[in-house]
């Protein structure tokens, strides 16, 4: 099971971008589901946004058309890039690689980061 390290979050204005990076210490090219999953203060962890083996992306109905999910399995990275930033996004942000479906939603089943802030101010 492949560790992985999140970065490049930080603190910006309603509006603005970021772009999350997560670090495999492994290939990823055998994983089919990699994913994003946000934590906000008081909440239970959500899923954000979905990558498989080939390239299909899904993502959750409060951030279709503002985010973007990409991977690269030759550099072992899975980035987000995350517009039109909204206070509602503040979040600590997490990746995971392995995701099932478990009948509601999905989940991550494979290990967690450390998570990188996202602060969006109004």
């Known amino acids: 099971q492949v560790q992985l390290v999140e970065s490049g979050g930080g603190l910006v204005q309603e509006g603005g971008s970021l772009r999350l990076s997560c670090a495999a210490s492994?290939?990823?090219?055998?994983?089919?589901?990699m994913g994003w999953y946000r934590q906000a203060p008081g909440k239970t962890r959500e899923f954000v946004a979905y990558?498989?083996?080939?390239?299909?992306?899904a993502y959750a109905v409060s951030v279709k058309d503002r985010f973007t999910i990409s991977r690269d399995n030759v550099k072992n990275m899975m980035y987000l890039q995350m517009d039109s930033l909204k206070p509602e996004d503040t979040a600590v942000y997490y990746c995971n690689a392995d995701l099932r479906w478990n009948g509601r939603g999905w989940s991550g089943f494979g290990s967690w980061g450390q998570g990188t802030q996202v602060t969006v101010s109004s």
């Open positions: 990558i498989g083996r080939g390239g299909t992306t």
């Open positions: 492994g290939s990823i090219l055998s994983i089919d589901l």
